[in-house]
């Protein structure tokens, strides 16, 4: 793919040009104290959802974990950085340690989404905002991606096949 200046202002990707890296990430690799986790989150806007938040300051914690977070805390999943205090900063400092705890010990437990007995999602834990939901522990994260993928796989082929057909 060719990125000139006028899709990528910090670098261009074009042959013959010189390689340049993308700009480093401004994320902090837990484990993280609540002080610095209320620093971090606290640089961005107040009116900004704490979700939003954790997952652009917290390296490793994507929009669906920092939800998960967010609930394994006992917090308001629409709760904006304003709304939280020293506790609430405490709460969510001590989901993401567990987190990075479980990470470091390969404490994983690969789990599928279920929806309509299709797989709809997949995680290396069983996720918090998946409470009710229809779930299938896997024996390691790459039976769970290829259980998912060929299922997605498949669906796509049959609705090809029906639009070709319908057409």
């Known amino acids: 793919r060719r990125y000139d200046s006028r899709l990528s202002r910090y670098r261009e ?26 620093a971090l989150l606290l640089e961005e806007e107040l009116d900004l959802l704490v979700e939003r938040a954790l997952s652009r300051r917290v390296a490793g914690v994507s929009p669906q974990l920092a939800r998960n977070t967010i609930l394994a805390a006992g917090l308001d999943p629409l709760a904006t950085l304003d709304s939280l205090g020293e506790l609430e900063f405490s709460r969510l400092s001590q989901q993401i340690n567990e987190l990075a705890r479980r990470y470091t010990a390969g404490d994983f437990q690969p789990t599928l989404l279920y929806r309509q007995g299709q797989p709809a999602d997949f995680a290396a834990l069983p996720l918090s905002i998946w409470q009710g939901e229809d779930l299938q522990s896997v024996p390691s994260m790459g039976a769970a991606l290829d259980l998912y993928y060929q299922t997605r796989q498949a669906t796509q082929q049959f609705t090809s096949h029906q639009h070709s057909l319908t057409k």
């Open 13 to 38: 990707v074009l042959p013959g040009v010189p390689y340049l890296p993308p700009p480093p990430q401004e994320r902090t690799l837990p484990p993280i104290s609540e002080e610095q986790l209320a």
